[in-house]
């Protein structure tokens, strides 16, 4: 390597964080529908401030833009931080192919909403923003949890405590639910036998 290349890669910019969400002044939009407050289910959770109705845009997920590289990096050191200490352990949520957003900030309180088995919102991308929309009417004051549509893989890393009726006790899509119950059979087997 030349001396010039070496110059090149030291007068590299880096590059402005892009967040998404935020307007011109940098300011996070108010979102009437939610508060933040302790949760039965971890830590603290996010709460319907009034009477929601029905197929409605509850609250956006902010956050910076990230390239898949950077977000694996920042959700390993989160899990990590997560094994010693009440935080969670999955802030960042996939935005397409190649860009998550890392929602993991005071001012994205979207970030709260804990996960359910049996979720009052859904998580839908719209036009490139993340929304979360709700699935029936909401009464004041119920936790606002979505499912977070965990694949089966990790399934052992996220023990789910939503406490619904009908709870598979992982943090694990729906889709994979029958998949979950099997194999959680199989090592009950292995362990008896
Ligand atoms: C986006 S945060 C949700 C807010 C979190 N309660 C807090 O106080 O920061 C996601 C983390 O919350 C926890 N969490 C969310 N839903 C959960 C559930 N149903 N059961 C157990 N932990 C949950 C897990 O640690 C997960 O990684
Ligand atoms: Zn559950």
Redesign the pocket.
């Given at each position: 390597m030349g001396k010039d290349s070496k110059k090149k890669k030291s007068s590299k910019k880096k590059k402005a964080p892009v967040y998404l969400g935020l307007d011109k002044n940098g300011e996070p939009p108010e979102f009437p529908y939610v508060r933040a407050s302790s949760?039965s289910?971890?830590?603290?959770?996010l709460f319907a401030a009034t009477d929601i109705p029905e197929d409605d845009y509850v609250i956006q997920y902010l956050g910076e833009i990230i390239k898949k590289k950077e977000s694996t990096q920042r959700a390993n050191a989160q899990h990590d931080l997560?094994q010693t200490e009440d935080?969670?352990?999955?802030?960042i949520f996939e935005l397409d192919d190649k860009t998550d957003i890392d929602?993991n900030f005071d001012w994205n309180i979207a970030?709260?909403?804990?996960?359910?088995?049996s979720p009052n919102c859904e998580a839908q991308n719209v036009e490139g923003e993340i929304w979360l929309v709700s699935l029936r009417e909401i009464e004041e004051g119920e936790e606002i949890?979505f499912d977070?549509g965990y694949a089966l893989e990790h399934w052992e890393d996220?023990?789910?405590?939503?406490g619904s009726d009908n709870c598979v006790g992982h943090?694990v899509r729906k889709e994979d639910w029958n998949k979950l119950e099997k194999l959680k059979k199989r090592r009950k087997k292995k362990k008896v036998s």
């Open positions: 949760s289910i971890h830590n603290r959770g997560s935080v969670g352990s999955v802030y929602g970030r709260l909403a804990n996960h359910s088995c949890t977070y996220h023990p789910c405590l939503c943090i």
